[in-house]
């Protein structure tokens, strides 16, 4: 019987039939115990909330008789505390104080947690009974009724003017512009930088409008809106974004500046038409950050030497692959930047242009006048160009200008979708490219994925099973011993944990790196290109020449004390040759 049931009868407050039904019924309804029991009412709100509080070691706390902090709310919509049964009630010093349901709800405690980090404080968890909680919770929603009282005179205003045909652009230009919207869309853009988000979702439902920012690259519910607010938020980020504000059929793609903080951030704007309106996603760009190190982004020791010494190489292509959200486009950065000196021209194309680098000739295609990756290839070829960075290799054009700008002296970097950096190769014969040109012209093949770093304040060692241990030495056989430089990665003794931190905001995790796989075109891989056989031959060379594959490459990393192993068997479970 679970655990839970067994002390509750112990303590006399289920009765062995009451323990047996609720068991029975959890199984049944795939539910939690305690889910059970409260909608069931066998216990007591109050007394199963100090029993929870007693089980789990969490303090308890009384909501009705205790202080709260009107502004520990601030901020927090009303769907989300209902979701994840929780509310923020009191702020003292770096903590926001949070009576929870379930603290051993993992996702609605990783949520919490969330949302302290992005007010700049660290959760402290109490247990509150479920009375207590749907009492304090009808009244939230503070933020959300506010807005949707300032912003409801300005969407009739705004819908009167597009019906009437009188009235221009820049009639509803001007209404938006003055509108408390515009102070909406600042918050919001505010509240994802101070919360270090890379992206912005505004997402519109059937009844709501949904805000998710991604961190570390998982969303999060944050806000949600009244759908009347919807069109006019759209309005003032399509007016920001100089997007064309009576177009909603058709999915459009802008961008925008702004300075915040004295720090100067661009915004990449892409909209969507969706069943319930447009969808709108708001890439943050740090302008003020630079090209991060190649060991900031996760290269090391052999890794990081061998991917420099081809990036110096006079002539070839360089290919990164991973799907979207990789990291691939901050590594040809960083690679753009590593290279850039007066004596070289280096020309890129790029969808959009993501990070504006000084010095370098930076070109973003425009498909929608015939401008596209290949028609901009051959424009470039004529620019006298050292080096060349094409964003990705989508088609057989591109693939092939890109072959033959290798073959005629020019250096050619450029990402690819697929899932290892061997996958590229019959993706590109795929393509159409011969496989002797392929060999003739390719000079490295890297593949990447990113993964949470841990918190490196509170992370602590944590002793290997033999099972978990002879796992790891079973990936890591037949990589060099050179890419192995610490004791614990020659002989895996122990992995890491961090439970959390004031440093971490109690996530355990912050900050991405990325995990790598990088593959050189030796004689032996050209022949086998040139012959081109199938993707199990390349790998089969590969790895007898000491491939550090991206699962070895993150359990490497596991070893350190920089990542955890269980999300490096995550990310990897679908790529591991």
């Given at each position: 019987?679970?655990?839970?049931l067994l002390l509750l009868k112990e303590k006399g407050l289920l009765r062995e039939d009451q323990a047996t039904h609720v068991e029975s019924r959890?199984?049944?309804?795939?539910?939690?115990?305690?889910?059970?029991?409260?909608?069931?009412?066998?216990?007591?709100?109050?007394?199963?909330?100090?029993?929870?509080?007693?089980?789990?070691?969490?303090?308890?706390?009384?909501?009705?008789?205790?202080?709260?902090?009107?502004?520990?709310?601030?901020?927090?919509?009303?769907?989300?505390?209902?979701?994840?049964?929780?509310?923020?009630?009191?702020?003292?010093?770096?903590?926001?104080?949070?009576?929870?349901?379930?603290?051993?709800?993992f996702q609605a405690l990783e949520a919490v947690r969330f949302i302290a980090k992005r007010k700049g404080l660290t959760a402290e968890i109490y247990?509150?009974?479920?009375?207590?909680?749907?009492?304090?919770?009808?009244?939230?929603?503070?933020?959300?009724?506010?807005?949707?009282?300032?912003?409801?005179?300005?969407?009739q205003e705004l819908s009167a003017a597009v019906a009437d045909g009188k009235k221009g652009n820049k009639d509803i230009e001007k209404i938006v512009?003055?509108?408390?919207?515009?102070?909406?869309?600042?918050?919001?853009?505010?509240?994802?930088?101070?919360?270090?988000?890379?992206?912005?979702?505004?997402?519109?439902?059937?009844?709501?409008?949904?805000?998710?920012?991604?961190?570390?690259?998982?969303?999060?519910?944050?806000?949600?809106?009244?759908?009347?607010?919807?069109?006019?938020?759209?309005?003032?980020?399509?007016?920001?974004?100089?997007?064309?504000?009576?177009?909603?059929?058709?999915?459009?793609?802008?961008?925008?500046?702004?300075?915040?903080?004295?720090?100067?951030?661009?915004?990449?704007?892409?909209?969507?038409?969706?069943?319930?309106?447009?969808?709108?996603?708001?890439?943050?760009?740090?302008?003020?950050?630079?090209?991060?190190?190649?060991?900031?982004?996760?290269?090391?020791?052999?890794?990081?030497?061998?991917?420099?010494?081809?990036?110096?190489?006079?002539?070839?292509?360089?290919?990164?692959?991973?799907?979207?959200?990789?990291?691939?486009?901050?590594?040809?950065?960083?690679?753009?930047?590593?290279?850039?000196?007066?004596?070289?021209?280096?020309?890129?194309?790029?969808?959009?242009?993501?990070?504006?680098?000084?010095?370098?000739?930076?070109?973003?295609?425009?498909?929608?006048?015939?401008?596209?990756?290949?028609?901009?290839?051959?424009?470039?070829?004529?620019?006298?160009?050292?080096?060349?960075?094409?964003?990705?290799?989508?088609?057989?054009?591109?693939?092939?200008?890109?072959?033959?700008?290798?073959?005629?002296?020019?250096?050619?970097?450029?990402?690819?979708?697929?899932?290892?950096?061997?996958?590229?190769?019959?993706?590109?014969?795929?393509?159409?490219?011969?496989?002797?040109?392929?060999?003739?012209?390719?000079?490295?093949?890297?593949?990447?994925?990113?993964?949470?770093?841990?918190?490196?304040?509170?992370?602590?060692?944590?002793?290997?099973?033999?099972?978990?241990?002879?796992?790891?030495?079973?990936?890591?056989?037949?990589?060099?011993?050179?890419?192995?430089?610490?004791?614990?990665?020659?002989?895996?003794?122990?992995?890491?944990?961090?439970?959390?931190?004031?440093?971490?905001?109690?996530?355990?995790?912050?900050?991405?790196?990325?995990?790598?796989?990088?593959?050189?075109?030796?004689?032996?891989?050209?022949?086998?290109?040139?012959?081109?056989?199938?993707?199990?031959?390349?790998?089969?060379?590969?790895?007898?020449?000491?491939?550090?594959?991206?699962?070895?490459?993150?359990?490497?990393?596991?070893?350190?004390?920089?990542?955890?192993?269980?999300?490096?068997?995550?990310?990897?479970?679908?790529?591991?040759?």
């Amino acid at each position: 019987m679970n655990q839970m049931l067994l002390l509750l009868k112990e303590k006399g407050l289920l009765r062995e039939d009451q323990a047996t039904h609720v068991e029975s019924r959890s199984k049944l309804d795939k539910i939690s115990v305690a889910d059970v029991i409260r909608s069931e009412r066998l216990i007591p709100d109050d007394g199963f909330a100090k029993f929870l509080a007693e089980y789990l070691s969490v303090p308890f706390i009384d909501l009705r008789t205790s202080n709260k902090d009107s502004n520990a709310m601030s901020g927090i919509s009303r769907k989300t505390a209902k979701t994840y049964r929780f509310v923020a009630f009191d702020i003292k010093g770096k903590s926001l104080h949070v009576a929870m349901e379930s603290p051993d709800d993992f996702q609605a405690l990783e949520a919490v947690r969330f949302i302290a980090k992005r007010k700049g404080l660290t959760a402290e968890i109490y247990v509150a009974s479920s009375d207590e909680i749907d009492e304090i919770l009808g009244g939230a929603g503070v933020v959300e009724e506010e807005i949707g009282g300032a912003l409801q005179e300005f969407s009739q205003e705004l819908s009167a003017a597009v019906a009437d045909g009188k009235k221009g652009n820049k009639d509803i230009e001007k209404i938006v512009g003055e509108a408390p919207v515009t102070k909406v869309v600042a918050v919001m853009i505010r509240h994802a930088i101070e919360g270090h988000s890379s992206d912005i979702h505004i997402e519109p439902m059937e009844k709501e409008v949904r805000i998710r920012y991604r961190v570390d690259g998982k969303l999060h519910t944050t806000l949600t809106l009244p759908p009347k607010v919807h069109s006019a938020v759209i309005s003032r980020i399509k007016i920001l974004s100089n997007l064309k504000i009576d177009e909603s059929r058709l999915p459009q793609d802008g961008r925008f500046s702004a300075t915040i903080d004295n720090r100067a951030y661009d915004f990449r704007v892409s909209t969507m038409p969706t069943r319930f309106g447009e969808k709108v996603a708001i890439r943050i760009l740090d302008k003020a950050s630079g090209a991060p190190s190649f060991e900031d982004l996760g290269f090391r020791a052999q890794v990081q030497q061998t991917f420099e010494q081809y990036l110096h190489a006079p002539f070839g292509i360089i290919l990164i692959s991973g799907p979207t959200g990789s990291g691939k486009s901050t590594t040809l950065f960083t690679s753009l930047t590593t290279l850039n000196s007066t004596e070289r021209n280096i020309v890129t194309l790029e969808d959009p242009v993501e990070y504006e680098v000084e010095g370098i000739n930076q070109t973003q295609v425009q498909p929608e006048i015939g401008f596209t990756f290949a028609s901009g290839l051959r424009s470039i070829l004529r620019q006298d160009p050292d080096i060349i960075m094409v964003g990705e290799i989508r088609d057989k054009e591109t693939a092939d200008l890109s072959v033959h700008a290798a073959l005629t002296g020019h250096l050619v970097l450029s990402s690819i979708h697929t899932n290892s950096a061997i996958g590229a190769i019959p993706r590109l014969i795929d393509m159409g490219i011969d496989g002797f040109l392929l060999s003739a012209s390719v000079r490295l093949l890297a593949a990447q994925r990113l993964i949470p770093k841990l918190c490196q304040k509170c992370k602590q060692e944590e002793p290997l099973t033999n099972a978990v241990r002879e796992k790891i030495i079973a990936d890591l056989h037949g990589i060099p011993e050179t890419a192995k430089t610490l004791e614990n990665q020659k002989n895996p003794k122990f992995l890491y944990k961090s439970p959390g931190c004031p440093e971490c905001k109690e996530m355990g995790v912050s900050g991405r790196v990325a995990i790598i796989e990088i593959v050189p075109i030796t004689r032996q891989m050209r022949v086998a290109m040139n012959e081109f056989s199938g993707f199990d031959a390349l790998v089969s060379i590969a790895k007898k020449e000491g491939m550090v594959s991206m699962r070895c490459d993150g359990t490497l990393k596991a070893l350190a004390g920089e990542v955890r192993y269980e999300d490096v068997i995550r990310v990897t479970s679908e790529t591991e040759l």
